[in-house]
């Protein structure tokens, strides 16, 4: 009897980097997961050399300058932390 994979190949991370705003990840199968920044406060508040200081995991990413991790599935169900707060947009 065969099992599905507890990591499925096509979701694994292949690269990843932070822009001021999002989080990116590309997967082995082509796509491009983003999503906002402000969803992980403790890569939000981190300096840019901070956040593209990435590990690529087996099914997700770790930045260790900040001890965060974020698995694949957890930003492909569009997970945030629950006290995240969007910032304030500027009038």
Do not use: F
């Not at 983003?34 to 508040?45: F, G, H, R, V």
């Not at 840019?48 to 957890?74: C, F, K, T, Y």
């Amino acid at each position: 009897m065969n099992s599905p994979s507890l990591y499925p190949e096509n979701e694994r991370p292949v690269e990843a980097w932070c822009d001021l705003h999002n989080v990116h990840v590309r997967l082995a199968d082509g796509r491009e997961v983003i999503t906002p920044l402000w969803w992980y406060p403790s890569l939000y508040a981190a300096t840019p050399a901070q956040r593209n200081n990435i590990e690529l995991m087996l099914a997700g990413v770790h930045w260790p300058d900040v001890d965060e991790d974020l698995s694949i599935r957890g930003m492909l169900a569009g997970w945030k932390y629950p006290k995240a707060k969007a910032p304030e947009k500027a009038a």
